[in-house]
C-alpha cells in the first residue's frame, strides 16, 4: 500500500482507522518538512556575509562574484584557497573578508588587481593581510598582490595609501600568467589605460573585465593615465579576443562570462553591443567636429542620447556631457594605448 501500513493490521483495521493512520503519517511527515525547512532557512541565515550590502552571486562551479564593495569583484575556489579579483574599497574590507569566508574557509592566496583605482585597490592591504601567501605557510606574509608593474608607480604617487598595500609580485609586458585551483589565470594588458588589466579564468570561463567594461555607465576615459575613446575601443577589442560567444546549438553551454566593474554578468554578444555604442557615439562626434561644430554645440545635440537612459548622468563626476566632452577633445590627437 502507499500508506506503507503493513498488509496484516488493515486486515484489522476499519476504514476509519485505516484513513487515521494515513493521516497521522502524512502530519508526521508534513512536520518533518517543516523542521527540515526551517532547519534550512537557519542555515540560509548563517551563509549570509556579514556585511548585507555585499551580495554573491554564483557564476560558475568554483567562480563567484560579490557585489557592493567598489568594483566588481571575481572569487575562484580551488584546492588551493582563495583568488580575488579587485580588493574593493578599504571601509568594505572587513566586510568583504567575511563575505569570502562564508564561500571558502580556505585562506586567500591572492589578490589580482585589474587597475590602480580606488574601488580596486582600496582594500588591498587588510585582505591580503588576512590570507597566506602559497610560497611561505603557514607564518608567513599575507596574500599575494598581482598587478600590471604601472600599478606600484600609481600607488606610490597616491598621498597616504599605505605600502603593505602595493603589489608584491607584477607583469610588465603585455600578460601574465598563474596557475591555481587547477586553472591557468591569464592577466593582459587593457590597452584603454596603462595601469587597467584583464583577467582571464580559463577553464572556469570568466573573464573579469575591469574598467573597460562597465554596463551602468558610460566607459571612464582617464586621459591622465593614456586612456583615449580609440584605446577603449581597442580594449573592448582585445576583451572580444578572450571571450566565445555563446553557442545557439549546445544548451548546457552558455559561452564565456564577462564580469564588467559594475552591473551584471554579460557574454560576448553584449560586449560587442557596448563595442559598437562607443563606434557609434565616437563617429557621430568625429563628423559633427569635422563640420566645425563648437564642444556646446556637440553637446546641445546629443550625440549618445540613444543611449542615455541605460548608460548617462546627469550628476556625480563622470556625467554624460564629460563624457562627450572627453572624446571631443581627444578626437585627433588622442594618443591611442
Not at 28 to 34: F, P, Q, R, T, Y
Not at 145 to 156: D, H, K, P, Q, S
Not at 318 to 333: D, K, P, R
Amino acid at each position: 500500500m502507499g500508506s506503507g501500513v503493513g498488509r496484516e493490521k488493515l486486515r484489522g483495521n476499519t476504514v476509519t482507522q485505516v484513513t487515521r493512520a494515513i493521516v497521522q503519517r502524512c502530519v508526521a511527515a508534513a512536520l518533518g518538512v517543516l523542521v527540515l525547512v526551517g532547519l534550512g532557512a537557519a542555515a540560509a541565515g548563517a551563509a549570509e556575509p556579514e556585511n548585507a550590502d555585499l551580495d554573491v552571486v554564483k557564476v560558475r562551479q568554483n567562480f563567484y562574484m560579490i557585489v557592493g564593495d567598489g568594483e566588481n569583484i571575481g572569487v575562484q575556489v580551488g584546492n588551493d584557497g582563495v583568488v580575488l579579483t579587485n580588493a574593493g574599497t578599504q571601509a568594505g574590507a572587513q566586510g568583504l573578508i567575511a563575505a569570502v569566508r562564508k564561500i571558502s574557509p580556505l585562506p586567500i592566496r591572492y589578490v589580482i588587481d585589474t587597475s590602480a583605482d580606488a574601488d580596486v585597490v582600496g582594500g588591498n592591504a587588510p585582505v591580503a593581510a588576512a590570507g597566506v601567501t602559497l610560497f611561505n605557510p603557514p607564518k608567513g606574509p599575507g596574500a599575494e598582490i598581482y598587478a600590471r608593474a604601472n600599478v606600484i608607480e600609481r600607488l606610490a604617487n597616491t598621498d597616504g595609501y599605505p605600502t603593505k598595500g602595493w603589489p608584491t609580485d607584477t607583469y610588465i609586458e603585455n600578460s601574465g600568467t598563474l596557475y591555481l585551483n587547477d586553472e591557468p589565470v591569464i592577466v593582459s594588458h587593457a590597452p584603454a589605460a596603462d595601469s587597467d588589466s584583464f583577467v582571464l579564468f580559463r577553464r572556469s570561463d570568466v573573464v573579469m573585465a575591469g574598467d573597460v567594461l562597465d554596463m551602468e555607465h558610460f566607459p571612464y576615459i582617464n586621459v591622465a593615465d593614456g586612456g583615449s575613446i580609440d584605446g577603449e575601443i581597442a580594449a573592448l577589442n582585445e576583451l572580444l579576443q578572450l571571450a566565445v560567444p555563446p553557442s545557439p546549438l549546445i544548451y548546457e553551454y552558455n559561452g564565456t562570462y564577462v564580469v564588467p566593474s559594475h552591473g551584471r554578468v554579460v557574454d560576448q554578444w553584449e560586449v560587442v553591443d557596448y563595442r559598437d555604442m562607443l563606434v557609434i557615439i565616437r563617429d557621430t562626434i568625429a563628423d559633427m567636429k569635422r563640420r566645425h561644430m563648437s564642444l556646446e554645440q556637440v553637446q546641445a545635440a546629443d550625440p549618445a542620447k540613444a543611449y542615455e537612459p541605460r548608460y548617462g548622468s546627469t550628476s556625480g563626476a563622470w556625467t554624460t556631457n564629460s563624457f562627450v566632452q572627453t572624446i571631443y577633445n581627444g578626437l585627433g590627437s588622442a594618443k591611442k594605448k
